[in-house]
């Protein structure tokens, strides 16, 4: 079983930063994508950034050049930088992996439970 842990959500005004962190653990072989989603009231889920174990990444249009992830493979942990946030930043942040475990060959997609993230205008 895998588990991923979230942590660094909360309020903040437009313009501040805030920073994710989500750890992975459990019966982990490999990670193979490491990526936050995020998820607004009344809205659906989408990607915010993304990183494979080479460490390419991907960003949605709305949030690059203001966000960055990064991954630390050998603590199985990703991370989101969230600088110059504004009012439709604000959702739900989920922290999604895709998982090798010790007990399959195929790979997991896991995600962590969410944290919130509000930014105040």
Known sequence: QVQLVESGGGLVQAGGSLRLSCAASGSIRSIT???????????????VAKIISGGSTNYAASVKGRFTISRDN??????????SLKPEDTA??????????TSSYR???VWGQGTLVTVSP
Request: charged share 15%; net charge neutral; with cysteine.
């Open 92 to 101: 739900v942040y989920y922290c999604n992996a895709g998982v090798l475990t």
């Open 33 to 47: 994508t490491m990526g936050w989603y995020r998820q607004a009231p009344g809205k659906q889920r989408e990607l």
């Open 74 to 83: 050998a603590e199985n942990t990703v991370s989101l930088q969230m600088n």
């Open 107 to 109: 790979i997991l997609e």
